[in-house]
């Protein structure tokens, strides 16, 4: 199973799956202050609801865009799970090509909603979400990352 964590400067998302198969989620405030002990325990009791573990999960994927809440979360998966997660930045193989001048300056939560947008809509498309900060983001139809702009939420 796959645990995906998307943190943002709000709240924090967080989905269990299996396969294809979304069989929990939750969301909590984002918390760059707790520990990986603390986290812990929060996971835990969200998987507890559902009937899982960590014993259930042999992948865990965090995309954040808070560097301190990703430490933690870091040292989560290393300490309570066992293994390395995977965190998405510009230089994970995310499935699309990014043609900025800088493909540090995309944020992972624009990178997999691009990806998500065009898995399951293709391309072209433009890409909004409405979070802390509302971003507009634009993928070809060959499924390239080709810009976007970040304004007030």
Do not use: C
């Not at 603390?38 to 559902?50: R, V």
């Not at 498309?125 to 939420?153: K, L, R």
């Amino acid at each position: 199973m796959l645990l995906a964590i998307d943190v943002g400067n709000t709240h924090t998302v967080i989905g269990a799956y299996r396969g294809a198969e979304l069989v929990g989620h939750w969301r909590i405030s984002t918390d760059s202050n707790k520990t990986e002990d603390e986290l812990a325990l929060y996971y835990q009791g969200f998987l507890m609801l559902k009937g899982l573990s960590f014993a259930s999960f042999d992948a865990v994927i965090i995309s954040s865009v808070v560097p301190a809440a990703t430490m933690s979360l870091e040292q989560m998966t290393r300490e309570y799970w066992e293994f390395e997660p995977l965190i998405v930045g510009h230089n994970v193989e995310a499935g699309i090509k990014v043609l900025i001048d800088n493909p540090g300056e995309v944020g992972p939560d624009r990178l997999v909603n691009a990806v998500a947008a065009f898995e399951r809509y293709g391309g072209p498309g433009i890409v909004v979400d409405f979070g802390t900060a509302t971003t507009f983001d634009a993928v070809s139809g060959a499924g390239e990352y080709i810009g976007g702009v970040i304004a007030p939420g």
